[in-house]
């Protein structure tokens, strides 16, 4: 489980970068962009990840409702991380990779 929310993420992170590089740059491979945009990261990775963490929940050894709470909130931190990850960093290093 730990391994298909960790590749999940992963391949988030490669289809939003590509988003931003698409914006910034229209020259990239196409058959890149179908492989990373609809095989690996459009119709699997959100889905497989919220399926592995919902799963992580119930079969939670500790499952009292003050650690579920304190569990959420880490949850939801980490998610504002990810999307750090993925939308400001593509878009600071694109931008400066690429001149924009």
Known sequence: MDIAKALSIIFMIFLHTLMVVYGFNQGISPSYGFIVGNVLGRPYATPIFMF?????IVYSRRSQWDIM???GITLFL???LVNVFEFFLPYYVCGTLLGS
Do not use: D
């Open 78 to 80: 980490l998610g504002i």
């Open 69 to 71: 709470v304190k569990r």
């Open 52 to 56: 592995c963490m919902e799963v992580g």
